[in-house]
C-alpha cells in the first residue's frame, strides 16, 4: 500500500520552533493565529485564517486563504502552489518547510498470505478459521477501496459507463486485472472468527465510561453499611449515664430553674445592702454638660480634647464670635499687612485717623481730614462723590485643631506643623477675603493632602468642611499646592489630614 505524507518543519525568526507530521487521513489543516487552527502560527503578518494544506487526488497543495500579508514561496506570493517536492513557505516572521514522502507498505503483498502451517504456531484462538474473498482496488499505485466477500460471491466493478463481472478466485494468490489506470486484484484469504468467553460477553454489557461513577457508588454503599453496622444500639442507656444525679447539687443547678432564680435574688439583696451602707458612692448618671476633672493622671489630654469636640465647643465659639463682629468697627491703616491677625478688612486710609476725625452719622461713621477727589473734609457734597465711612469690621483667626491631624509616612508631625505655621498666614488671607463680604462665615474645614518624596504637594482635596464656602476652600487648595516640605524619609509619599477651624473674633 503507497501513501504520501508531509512532514511540516517550523521555524520562527530562523529558530526551530517544532515538526509535524501530515496524514492523508487530515484531508485540510488551516494554518492561522486561531486556536482551532492545525498550524497556529502567532506574530505580524499572520491572519486569524491565513492558509490550508490539503490532501486531494493523491496531490498535496497549499493555498492562501485571502490573507493581508500573503503566503510567500520564493519570494512570490502564491494563491494555490502543489507540494511535489521540498518547499519552504514564508508567512509573516514564519516559515514552514514541506517535505512530502511515499510510504510504501506491503500490506496486500504475496507475502502476506495466511498458511495453515503459520496459523498453527502462532496464538491459540478460541473460534473456527473462515474463508472470504479478497478484493483490492488501486489506482495510480494507490489503494482507494477494499471488500471482504464470501469465497463463491463475484465481484462487480463499474468502470466508467462499463459493468465488469469477476468471478471469485479459487486460490490464495493474487490475481489481477487492469481497467484504465484503475487495477483490481482478487484472492482468497483465511480468517479466524473468534467467540467471546463467558466473561468477555459479562464486560462487554457495561459501559466503560461507567468504570468510574460505579466505584464511587460502591464506595458510598460500603460507608453507609459501616456506619449502620458501628451505630450504638441503644442510645437511651448512654443518656441515663448523662443524667445529672441527685447527691450532686453542682450538676442539679443546671437544670433547676427555681434554684437559679433564687441565686438571682440573692444576689440582688447584696447589691442593695451594700449601697445602703455606702450612701456616697452614687451610679453614675449621663449628663450632657461637659466636665473635665481638675487633676487626674488617668485622663490623657487628647480625650479632654475629644470630650471639648463632642459638646460642640468650637460652634460655641464660632456662633460667639459671630454676634460680637457686627458691633466691632476698625480701619485697616497703610503699612498692615492683609496676613497680620489684628488687620481689618472694610477700608483702606493713608494716614493716621484719630478720634477728632471721626463724626457720627446714623448707624455709621465719617472720616474727616481725608482728601478725596480734589476736597477734602469728606464732604458728600462733591460730584455726587460720597464721602468715606465705616462698616462693620473684625479680625479673623485661623486655629488647628491637634486631635485630629493624622499623619502618615517618612515626615515627623512637629516638621510638618512648623511648615504651615509657616504658611499660616496665607490660609487666614483666604478666610479675611470673603469675611468681608459675609461677616457670618465660620466652621471648620480638614484639608487633605500628599506629600511626595521630593518635598512639594503632589494632590489636595477637601475632605470633610462645615464652612461651605467653595471661594475660602478653593483659595486654601491653591495655597496648600505651592507649600515645600523637607525631604520624607527613604522618599516615599505622605499623607496629611490637617484640619483649620475658622473664626472672627471681633
Known amino acids: 500500500m503507497r501513501r504520501v505524507e508531509v512532514e511540516v518543519e517550523h521555524y520562527f525568526n530562523k529558530r526551530f520552533m517544532g515538526r509535524k507530521r501530515l496524514l492523508p487521513s487530515d484531508k485540510m489543516t488551516v494554518i492561522g493565529q486561531t486556536k ?3 498550524l497556529r502560527l502567532l506574530g505580524e503578518g499572520v491572519s486569524n485564517l491565513h492558509a490550508v494544506i490539503d490532501y486531494h487526488n493523491n496531490q498535496w497543495s497549499i493555498s492562501d486563504l485571502g490573507s493581508e500579508q500573503g503566503t510567500w514561496v520564493k519570494k512570490k506570493p502564491v494563491v494555490n502552489l502543489p507540494i511535489n517536492g521540498p518547499t519552504s513557505v514564508r508567512i509573516g516572521q514564519h516559515e514552514l518547510k514541506l517535505y512530502p514522502k511515499v510510504i510504501e507498505s506491503h500490506l496486500f503483498s504475496e507475502d502476506s498470505e495466511f498458511s495453515d502451517s503459520n496459523n498453527k504456531e502462532k496464538i491459540k484462538m478460541t473460534g473456527s478459521t473462515s474463508s472470504f474473498h479478497q478484493v483490492i482496488i488501486k489506482k495510480n499505485s494507490f489503494v482507494v477501496g477494499s471488500r471482504l466477500l464470501t469465497p463463491n460471491q463475484n465481484f462487480i466493478y463499474c468502470h466508467g459507463s462499463e459493468k465488469h463481472v469477476l468471478s471469485a478466485p479459487k486460490s490464495k494468490k493474487w490475481q489481477s486485472q487492469q481497467f484504465g489506470d484503475v487495477q483490481v486484484q482478487q484472492r482468497i484469504v483465511e480468517s479466524k472468527v473468534l467467540e467471546e468467553t463467558q466473561l468477555e460477553k459479562v464486560t462487554s454489557i457495561w459501559d466503560p465510561n461507567l468504570k468510574g461513577p460505579l466505584t464511587v457508588a ?9 456506619l449502620f453496622v458501628l451505630s450504638p444500639t441503644d442510645p437511651d442507656a448512654e443518656l441515663e449515664e448523662l443524667k445529672p444525679q441527685k447527691e450532686n447539687r453542682y450538676t442539679r443547678m443546671i437544670y433547676d430553674a427555681k434554684a437559679i432564680r433564687k441565686k438571682r435574688t ?3 439583696k447584696v447589691r442593695k445592702s451594700i449601697a445602703n451602707k455606702s450612701p456616697n458612692i452614687a451610679a453614675p448618671q449621663p449628663s450632657n454638660t461637659l466636665k473635665v476633672a481638675k487633676s487626674d493622671s488617668t485622663k490623657t489630654p487628647s480625650k479632654v480634647a475629644t470630650k471639648i469636640k463632642a459638646a460642640g465647643l468650637s460652634q460655641l465659639i464660632g456662633k460667639i464670635s459671630k454676634r460680637a463682629a457686627t458691633n466691632a468697627r476698625f480701619i485697616k491703616a497703610v503699612g498692615v499687612s492683609a496676613d497680620n491677625k489684628a488687620s481689618g478688612r472694610s477700608l483702606a486710609t493713608v494716614g493716621n485717623v484719630s478720634s477728632k476725625n471721626l463724626a457720627k452719622t446714623g448707624q455709621s461713621y465719617r472720616v474727616g ?5 480734589g476736597k477734602a473734609g469728606g464732604s458728600n457734597s462733591y460730584k455726587n462723590v460720597g464721602g468715606l465711612a465705616l462698616g462693620n469690621v473684625g479680625s479673623a483667626s485661623v486655629g488647628v485643631v491637634e486631635e485630629e491631624t493624622d499623619i502618615e ?8 506643623a512648623r511648615v504651615i505655621e509657616k504658611n499660616l498666614g496665607q490660609i487666614r488671607y483666604c478666610y479675611e477675603r470673603q469675611l468681608s463680604a459675609n461677616p457670618e462665615l465660620y466652621g471648620k474645614v480638614l484639608v487633605k493632602f500628599t506629600i511626595n518624596g521630593t518635598g512639594t504637594v503632589s494632590a489636595q482635596n477637601i475632605g470633610l468642611t462645615t464652612l461651605k464656602s467653595a471661594m475660602v476652600e478653593g483659595c486654601i487648595l491653591r495655597r496648600v499646592s505651592g507649600w515645600k516640605f523637607p525631604t520624607p524619609k527613604g522618599g516615599t509619599q505622605v499623607r496629611v489630614t490637617y484640619p483649620f477651624l475658622f473664626k472672627s473674633t471681633n
Not at 460502591?218 to 459501616?226: E, G, M, N, P
Open 218 to 226: 460502591v464506595v458510598l454503599i460500603l460507608l453507609l453499611t459501616s
Open 409 to 416: 509616612g517618612g515626615l515627623d508631625k512637629d516638621v510638618i
Open 36 to 38: 482551532d487552527c492545525g
Open 369 to 373: 481730614a481725608v482728601k478725596t477727589d
Open 266 to 268: 440573692e444576689s440582688k
